[in-house]
C-alpha cells in the first residue's frame, strides 16, 4: 500500500511543509497549540462560517493531501477522532444549562457529531463514496487506517483519502488536567493529519505503507515485546532489519516506563526517536508520527529504509506501524 | 457477491429497547402491537410531557443488575452491555484464546448523560463535578467497558457516523472476518437519551409532539428512542462447529455519501440510492429477490421523501412489503442500524412482517404504502435495512436465509 | 433594519458580509443570500432572543424570512409575544 500523498496541522510549521520540523528538545509548555494556516484559501467561505476549529483543521488538512496527489475527488473517505468536535459540544452543553434548555442554537448541536469533519470533507469535494468515521481514543486513527487498507485490498477503491483530527480546548484541558495527566512531565497536545492511499505505483508516492497492528492491554513488557517480534515476522523481518524506531514517549516518567525497557533490551541497537516533543500528547497523535516517518522518507528516498513506529496512548491501547521507502 | 468470497453467519442477536428488554420481550410487543412510546420519565428536562420518547423502562441500577455490571457507568454503556451479553450467550460460543474475537460497537451520545450532570457543576466551578462522572465522556470508553466485562481483546473499535453508525459498524466487523482476521465479531450499537440529544434534535424542530408517523403524508417528525442492538457474526469455519442453525447471512452491504447538506438528504435520496444499490450489488441479488424492507423512516419530512424517492427510483414498479420499526422504538440513534439487523434477522428466522403503526394517507410522492399489519409465517428470504444519519452518511443492509 | 442586518450577520456568522452588503429587499434564501434550512432555525432562535418572539410554526419560516423588510415588519407586529 502506498502513501501518494499528506499533510499535516500540528503546533510545528508543518502545513505545506515538505521538511521535517526543527528538532525541538522539550516541550515549550504542557499544553502546545496548532500553527494553523489562513483557511480562507482551503475552505468555501460559504461552508467556513459554520465550522468550528477543529472542522477547519480537518477540511484544510485533507484538502491540501488531495491537492499534493492531483486529486480532487477521493473514492472513500475515512476519518479518526476521538474527542470529536469538543468545542461545540462544550457550546451546546454550555447554552443548554445556562438557559435553561431554551433559544439554543442548532448550529452547534449539528456541528458536534463527531463524524462532521468526513462529512464536511465529503461535501466540499462531492464525494458520493464510502465515509467512516471511527471513535476508538487511542486507536481511532488506526481503526481508520486499517479501514482504508481493507477497501484497498478488495480493489472496491483506486484510492482512500484516511486521516485524523482531535484538538484540545480550555475545558478539555482543564479536565484532563484534573486527571493528573498533564503534570509528569507530558504536554497536551492536537493536530489533523491525513494521506491519500493508493495501490497504484508511481513515482509520487511518497511511502510504502507495509503493515499497521493494535494491541489493548498487553498483560506487561514481555507482551508488548512479544507484539512486536510477531509484527515484524509477520513482515518477514526482525529487529535489525529496521533502521529508525520512532517512539511514543511523551515525558511521563509512569508512561514512558514500557519504552525504556523496550530501549534496555528490544530496541537498544536501533536508531531510536520520539516525537511528541512536537505534537504533545493526544489520543490520534500517531497519525502525526506518520506523517514525521513519510515526510522523512519522501525527503532522503536512498537507501531504502525501514521505519518502525511504536506508540501507546496511556498504556492501554498500543499500535504499530511499519513504514519504508518506494 | 462473488460465491468464492467468505460468508458470514448470524450466530447470535441481542437488544434492548423501549419495547423489550431482550429478543422475546421485543416479539411480544410486535405481536400484541405495542409501541414503546411514553412520556419522559427518566430525564429531568424541561421538556417532560411535552415530547414523547420511547424509553427503556429499566433505570440505571435495574439495568446494572439486569447486565450485571456497575451502575455507575454512562447509561449508553449499560444498554450495550445488556444487548451484547445476550448476543453473545445466544450464538452458544465460549470464548476462549484460540477463537480471535471483536467488538465493533457503536454511539454518538458517550458518556454524555453523566457529563451532562458533571458539566453542570464544572462550568461555575472548574475544581467541582465528580471525576467518575466524566471519565467515561468518550464514544470509545463505552466500548472498552463492554469489551473487558465480555473478555474481548483481539480488536475492539468505536464507529460513529450519526444514525449509519451500528450498521457501519456491523458491516465494518464483516469485513474483518473476510479478511481472516478475526473469527468472531460482536457488531452494533447502543444509544441512550440524553438531555443533550433531547434538545439537540428539538433545535431542529424535527421532534413530533404525538407518536411518529413514518411514511404518512401527515407525518411531524421524529420520536427518540434509546435501546442497544448487537448481532454476533461469525466464519465459516466457527459456524460449523456451533451445535445451532445460523440466524441469517450478511450478504449484501454499502456506505455511501449523499454530500448534500450537513443535515438534510437531497431530494432525489442519491446517498439512499447509492447505499440500496451497492448492497444489492454486493449481494449479486435483483430488486425482485428482495423480501422486505426495513426503512430508516424516521418520520420527519425530510427522510421519507428522500428515502422513499429512492426506493421509487430502484424497485419500481415491483415494491417488496416494507416497514418502519421506528414507529415502535423510537429513533434510537447510533443503535438504530443494529436494532434493526436483529429485527431483520429474525424476520428471515421466523418468517416476519414488522407493521409501520399509525399509517392512514399515503405520502403524495410516492406509489407505494408501508405494511400495517404483523405477519408471521411469510417466506422471508432476503431483507434490506436501511440507516441514513447526518453528514449525508446512508447504509444499507442485506441480511439472506443462510443456505443450507 | 440596520440593527437587524448586524444581529444577522453575527447570528449566522457571514464573516465576509457587512449590513451594506444586505439589501433591504433581497432574498435571504435560495438567491440572494443564499442561507439554508439550518439558517432558518438560527433565525428563529435569533427573533426568541432578540425580539422574545417564538415562531412555532417552522412552515410559516419562508413567508416571515423572505428579505429583511418582511422580517422587520413581522418583528414590529409581533414583538414581545408568541407567534
Known amino acids: 500500500m502506498f502513501i501518494r500523498a499528506l499533510a499535516s496541522i500540528s503546533p510545528q510549521p508543518t502545513f505545506g511543509a515538505d521538511q521535517l520540523p526543527a528538532e525541538s528538545a522539550g516541550y515549550s509548555s504542557n499544553r502546545l497549540a496548532c500553527i494553523e494556516p489562513d483557511y480562507k484559501e482551503w475552505i468555501d467561505p460559504k461552508m467556513m462560517r459554520r465550522m468550528s476549529r477543529i472542522i477547519r483543521m480537518g477540511v484544510a488538512t485533507a484538502a491540501l493531501c488531495l491537492k499534493n496527489a492531483g486529486i480532487e475527488t477521493p473514492d472513500a473517505i475515512v476519518t479518526g477522532s476521538a474527542y470529536g468536535c469538543l468545542e461545540d459540544t462544550g457550546l451546546f452543553l454550555n447554552r443548554m444549562i445556562e438557559f435553561n434548555e431554551e433559544m439554543l442554537n442548532p448550529t452547534s448541536f449539528i456541528q458536534s457529531t463527531h463524524n462532521t469533519v468526513g462529512a464536511q470533507i465529503a461535501l466540499s469535494v462531492k464525494c458520493y463514496g464510502y465515509n467512516n468515521t471511527f471513535v476508538h481514543r487511542g486507536f481511532s486513527f488506526e481503526n481508520a487506517l486499517l479501514d482504508g487498507i481493507l477497501l484497498l485490498k478488495d480493489n472496491e477503491v483506486n484510492n482512500v483519502l484516511v486521516g485524523s483530527a482531535d484538538e484540545i480546548t480550555n475545558i478539555s484541558f482543564a479536565v484532563l488536567n484534573r486527571f493528573g495527566r498533564f503534570s509528569g512531565g507530558a504536554a497536551a497536545g492536537e493536530g489533523a493529519a491525513f494521506f491519500l492511499l493508493t495501490n497504484e505505483p508511481d513515482p509520487q508516492n511518497c511511502a510504502v505503507l507495509d503493515a499497521i497492528h493494535t494491541f489493548y492491554k498487553p498483560a506487561g513488557a514481555d507482551a508488548v515485546v512479544n507484539e512486536i517480534n510477531r509484527f515484524l515476522t509477520s513482515q518477514s523481518l526482525s529487529i535489525s532489519d529496521i533502521d529508525l524506531i520512532i517512539n511514543g514517549m511523551n515525558g511521563d516518567s509512569a508512561n514512558d516506563e514500557t519504552y525504556h525497557e523496550l530501549n534496555r533490551g528490544l530496541f537498544n541497537s536501533q536508531k531510536n526517536i520520539s516525537y511528541k516533543n512536537l505534537c504533545g500528547e493526544y489520543p490520534t497523535s500517531s497519525s502525526f508520527a506518520l506523517w514525521y516517518a513519510t515526510t522523512m522518507l519522501k525527503s532522503e528516498p536512498k537507501p531504502r529504509r525501514r521505519i518502525l513506529i511504536y506508540n501507546h496512548y496511556k498504556n492501554i491501547h498500543h499500535s504499530l506501524f511499519l513504514v519504508s521507502s518506494c | 457477491m462473488n460465491h468464492t468470497d467468505p460468508v458470514v453467519y448470524i450466530a447470535g442477536l441481542g437488544i434492548i429497547s423501549a419495547i423489550g428488554n431482550n429478543v422475546a420481550e421485543t416479539l411480544d410487543s410486535f405481536e400484541k402491537m405495542l409501541p414503546g412510546m411514553q412520556e419522559i420519565s427518566m430525564l429531568d428536562t424541561i421538556h417532560r410531557g411535552e415530547l414523547p420518547v420511547a424509553e427503556v423502562k429499566l433505570s440505571n441500577k435495574e439495568l446494572g443488575e439486569f447486565a450485571g455490571i456497575s451502575p455507575l457507568i454512562p447509561r449508553t454503556a449499560l444498554l450495550s452491555m445488556a444487548a451484547a451479553k445476550e448476543a453473545l450467550n445466544d450464538s452458544g460460543v465460549e470464548l476462549n484464546s484460540s477463537i480471535r474475537s471483536g467488538l465493533i460497537s457503536a454511539n454518538t451520545t458517550g458518556g454524555m448523560d453523566l457529563s451532562e450532570q458533571f458539566f453542570a457543576d464544572f462550568r461555575l466551578d472548574p475544581g467541582s463535578g465528580h471525576l467518575r462522572d466524566i471519565v467515561n465522556h468518550e464514544c470509545g470508553a463505552v466500548t472498552d467497558l463492554v469489551a473487558d466485562a465480555l473478555g474481548i481483546k483481539d480488536y475492539i473499535s468505536t464507529i460513529s457516523t450519526a444514525c449509519s453508525s451500528s450498521a457501519n459498524a456491523i458491516f465494518f466487523g464483516a469485513r474483518l472476518i473476510r479478511h481472516n482476521m478475526l473469527d468472531l465479531v460482536i457488531a452494533g450499537g447502543s444509544d441512550a437519551l440524553t438531555k443533550f440529544t433531547i434538545n439537540g434534535f428539538n433545535t431542529l424542530m424535527i421532534l413530533d409532539k404525538e407518536f411518529c408517523k413514518p411514511f404518512d403524508e401527515n407525518r411531524k417528525g421524529l420520536n427518540l428512542g434509546e435501546g442497544a442492538g448487537y448481532v454476533v457474526m461469525v466464519s465459516e469455519k466457527l ?42 450489488k454486493r449481494s449479486g441479488l435483483n430488486t425482485v429477490d428482495i423480501d422486505y424492507i426495513n426503512l430508516h423512516g424516521t418520520g420527519t419530512q425530510n427522510n421519507d421523501v428522500a428515502e422513499g424517492t429512492a426506493i421509487r427510483r430502484l424497485f419500481s414498479p415491483e415494491y417488496p412489503r416494507m416497514s418502519s420499526t421506528k414507529t415502535f422504538t423510537g429513533h434510537t440513534l447510533g443503535a438504530s442500524g443494529s436494532i434493526e439487523a436483529v429485527f431483520s434477522c429474525l424476520a428471515i428466522e421466523k418468517g416476519l412482517i414488522y407493521p409501520n403503526l399509525r399509517f392512514n394517507t399515503p405520502m403524495k410522492e410516492l406509489d407505494f404504502i408501508p405494511e400495517t399489519k404483523y405477519l408471521t409465517g411469510q417466506p422471508v428470504n432476503h431483507v434490506m435495512s436501511n440507516s441514513f444519519g447526518f453528514g449525508g452518511n446512508c447504509s444499507s443492509l442485506i441480511f439472506s436465509k443462510p443456505q443450507v | 433594519m440596520y440593527d437587524l442586518k448586524t444581529q444577522i450577520i453575527e447570528q449566522l456568522n457571514l464573516q465576509d458580509k457587512k449590513p451594506e452588503d444586505i439589501g433591504d429587499d433581497e432574498a435571504l434564501f435560495k438567491d440572494g443570500l443564499g442561507l439554508d434550512s439550518i439558517d432558518a432555525l438560527e433565525l428563529i432562535v435569533l427573533l426568541q432572543q432578540n425580539y422574545k418572539i417564538k415562531l412555532a410554526n417552522p412552515d410559516d419560516g419562508p413567508k416571515v424570512f423572505r428579505s429583511i423588510r418582511t422580517m422587520a415588519e413581522f418583528i414590529t407586529e409581533h414583538q414581545g409575544k408568541a407567534a
Not at chain 2, 431530494?267 to 444489492?280: F, N
Open chain 2, 239 to 280: 459456524m460449523k462447529g456451533l451445535r445451532k442453525k445460523p440466524y441469517a447471512v450478511l450478504s449484501g452491504y454499502a456506505n455511501a455519501n449523499d454530500a448534500y447538506h450537513q443535515t438534510a438528504s437531497s431530494p432525489e435520496g442519491t446517498g439512499s440510492w447509492l447505499a440500496m444499490t451497492g448492497a444489492l
